[in-house]
Each structure stands twice: as C-alpha cells, then as structure tokens.
C-alpha cells in the first residue's frame, strides 16, 4: 500500500492549478477534492473566461465531484484550497457536507472560514467542516500578491 499524500501535497497540486488560472488571466486560486487518496474533483478560478461568477475554484471542483460521483453531497473528503474561500463557496463546502478543509492564504477582508466572516460556526448551518489553516500559506499569499502586483 502507497505512502498518504500530505496536506503539503496536495496543496501543492491546488497551486499547480492557480498557476494555471494566472496563466489564463485568472485570479490564480486552485481547488483539489479528495477522497481515500483519490482526486474526485478539481478546479481554478474561471469567472473571466466563462462570464460565470460562480466559477471559482471550488465550486469548479465540487461541481466536477458531484458530477463524478452522481451526488451533491460529498460526504468524508478534503477540499484543498490555495485562498480561504469566499461566502458563496463557504456555503457550497457546507452544503456539500464536505468533511475537511484545508486552505492556504487567509483572506481578511473576504474570507467566511475563519476571518471575515465564520460560515462554519453559524447557528443557522446544519453542517461543519474541520478546518485546517496555513498549508503553504506563504507560498499561496505570495502567488496572490505577485499577481496583482503585476497587474497594477
């Protein structure tokens, strides 16, 4: 039986597919979903190139999920994200019933997992998700930065 990937890993992979988004034009944040060790989804930020709000990282691997395993709930995996997700992805993990969450940059003035805005402590939700902050989160805040440095 193979060595668990780390959550450095897979986080490496997750900033494999912000570079990929930055190269598109992007805003470059990455998503990967995981489950027992297998990719079920993943995803960049594609908001620009397909004139849809919604598609950002995480909802283009939960959607790539769901649609994979035939359900909308993805109950026991680990969504591994380079930029601590937004309120309208915050409400789709936890709709989704994703079980882990693992991101790298925090985002102070956006973020709903742990910064701006608590989604995941919210009365109203019926679900949480255990969440791991900080993965290579230089590595993600930097890549962040440099894109909009060079952008200005």
């Not at 956006?110 to 402590?121: E, P, Q, T």
Request: charged residues 25%.
């Amino acid at each position: 039986m193979s060595e668990p990937r780390s959550d450095e890993t897979w986080m490496h992979q997750a900033l494999d597919l912000a570079r990929t988004a930055e190269s598109a034009g992007e805003v470059p944040i990455g998503a990967v979903l995981v489950k027992d060790g297998e990719i079920l989804g993943e995803g960049y930020n594609r908001p620009i190139s397909t004139h849809d709000p919604s598609a950002h990282a995480e909802i283009v691997a939960l959607r790539a999920a769901g649609a994979r395993v035939g359900n909308y709930r993805l109950v026991d995996t680990t969504l591994y994200v380079t930029l601590e997700p937004c309120a309208m992805c915050m409400g789709a993990i936890l709709h989704a019933r994703v079980g882990r969450l693992v991101f790298g940059a925090a985002d102070p003035k956006r973020g709903a997992a742990v910064s701006a805005v608590r989604l995941n402590d919210a009365e109203f939700m019926n679900h949480r998700v255990e969440l791991t902050e900080g993965v290579l989160a230089e590595e993600c805040g930097q890549l962040l930065r440099n894109f909009f440095r060079n952008r200005r």
